[in-house]
């Protein structure tokens, strides 16, 4: 009677849970893919016309007032409604 033949398997390097390196890296190359087809198909539903008309403006280059530009009201509304996202636990 033959014997079958085995080959002794070296067992994982620690940390690598059994997985091979280059699953790890079709993993990593995948989930880079992904990511630029997301980025491609917002592109492709909203277009690029906002984009090109805000970086077409004259005046782009010049920056909103800040802080000033509200009325006192409008600050006290502001913290009122900061404040009161803290009092019921849905601050940010």
């Known amino acids: 009677m033959g014997r079958a033949w085995t080959k002794d398997i070296p067992p994982p390097p620690p940390g690598s849970n059994g997985e091979h390196p280059i699953v790890a890296l079709l993993a990593v190359l995948a989930i880079i893919v992904a990511i630029l087809l997301i980025a ?53």
Not at 77 to 84: I, K, L, N, Q, R
């Open 40 to 92: 491609w198909a917002g592109v492709e539903v909203h277009g690029t016309g906002e984009l090109e008309a805000a970086l077409s403006e004259a005046g782009a280059g010049k920056a909103p007032a800040h802080g000033n530009a509200r009325t006192k009201k409008q600050r006290e509304v502001d913290e009122a409604v900061t404040s009161s996202r803290f009092a019921t636990g849905f601050s940010p």
